[in-house]
């Protein structure tokens, strides 16, 4: 697994950590098409993309950095 970012596509996500879809379908965030950038996944939502950024990896155990 790779360590995923704001610059992961959002279907990378969803491929490394498939935990996290629940996440993306609650924010309504596409995770399967267009390879988005999740920051850009983000501000097309109108989300804090720093936010939700800290919630995936709060779900994958990640720390933030």
């Not at 995923?4 to 498939?18: A, R």
């Not at 920051?39 to 155990?61: W, Y």
Request: hydrophobic share 30%; with cysteine.
């Amino acid at each position: 697994m790779s360590h995923c970012s704001l610059e992961t596509s959002v279907p990378d996500w969803v491929v490394d950590h498939p935990e996290t879809l629940v996440v993306f379908q609650e924010l309504e965030i596409d995770y399967c098409c267009g390879g988005k950038s999740l920051e850009f996944a983000c501000q097309e939502q109108g989300l804090n993309e720093h936010e939700v950024l800290r919630k995936l990896r709060k779900l994958i155990g990640e720390n933030d950095e």
